[in-house]
């Protein structure tokens, strides 16, 4: 990644640098992740222990969501400081010396799998798939992936066409979207003792998609203070659904083939993209808060249809749990 980014850095110094080259970038970084972030997830859980497991992933998590954060305005202090290519440089700097630490750790020896990737894939479907919990959750976090998270890719056109407002107060919308996730993951590691995750779970996945249809609706009447209000809880919901989520997973299963169960998680979210363009569709022959609001009312009826039918993830985290 350090490398793509290096070289895309490069071409914007020498100004030479064309859109194709940025799609080429982008896909070569979305090509490495996913080999990485399923690496990265199954190796996360060896580093500690596991009744330490709930706080580390909350702690991870806040790291990340962060970034959300601060990296806007530390990118745009440093665009207005030298220029973009330097926003580049910095950014391929922080990655290189992320994988030189990451080179440093000492892990200890698990079983190699055996047989081909695809072989190796098949083998964690056929583990999701006997393994109805996990089965649930992943559809889960496909369809939110789809339908909810899709919104990011509308905000744009929420700041130009519907707000009426320039990049600044663009920044602060999805300022707000990121603190509210890292507030849903403060609550999360409060929450890490309560017996009932299950409804956690639930009520998280429903609180986001109730507060992104008040999103749609209220930046449709220009309510821009409210609309970063909304935007804010329900980002904190979903946080705390995905919190929950990534502990169930990483806590139950075998390190063996971990990471084989966390690439077909990855690939959910993989698929956000694919999310965008079906939102951006729907905002084309609409618009961006009747896309918004479809995609929050789909996630709620989703997520009311799991709490009503499976008992397996109601009883998640208690003492009388179904897997």
Not at 23 to 49: C, H, K, M, N, Y
Request: hydrophobic share 55%; glycine share 12%; aromatic share 10%.
């Amino acid at each position: 990644t350090a490398v793509i980014v290096f070289g895309l850095a490069m071409l914007t110094v020498r100004n030479v640098v064309n859109e194709w080259h940025v799609l080429i970038a982008a896909f070569l970084i979305g090509a490495v992740q996913a080999l990485d972030t399923p690496a990265r997830q199954s190796v996360f859980p060896r580093l500690i222990e596991r009744e330490a497991l709930f706080n580390a992933v909350a702690l991870n998590s806040s790291v990340w969501t962060g970034t959300r954060i601060f990296a806007p305005a530390l990118a745009g202090v440093i665009v207005g400081l030298a220029d973009v290519s330097m926003g580049f440089f910095v950014s391929a700097a922080g990655v290189l010396v992320l994988g030189i630490v990451s080179y440093t750790l000492r892990l200890s020896p698990v079983e190699r799998a055996r047989g081909s990737v695809f072989n190796g894939m098949m083998e964690g479907y056929t583990f999701i798939r006997g393994t109805p919990i996990f089965s649930i959750l992943i559809c889960m976090t496909f369809f939110n992936a789809m339908f909810g998270m899709s919104y990011v890719f509308l905000m744009p056109a929420f700041a130009e066409e519907v707000l009426d407002v320039g990049p600044g107060k663009l920044g602060l919308l999805i300022g707000a979207a990121g603190l509210g996730a890292l507030t849903g993951i403060l609550i999360s590691a409060y929450l890490s003792s309560a017996r009932h995750k299950g409804w956690i779970l639930i009520g998280g996945i429903t609180f986001f998609g109730i507060f992104l249809i008040l999103f749609g609706i209220l930046a449709n009447a220009g309510q821009y203070g409210l609309s970063m209000v909304a935007l804010f809880l329900a980002d904190m919901g979903v946080s705390m659904y995905l919190m929950m989520v990534i502990t169930t997973l990483q806590s139950r299963v075998p390190d063996q083939i971990r990471g084989r169960v966390m690439g077909f998680y990855s690939i959910t979210w993989s698929l956000i993209p694919l999310g965008g363009l079906q939102a951006s569709q729907v905002g084309h022959y609409t618009s961006a808060p009747i896309a918004v609001i479809i995609g929050g009312a789909l996630v709620v009826a989703f997520a009311i249809g799991i709490a009503l039918t499976s008992r397996r993830v109601r009883t998640l985290g208690s003492s009388d749990e179904a897997m």
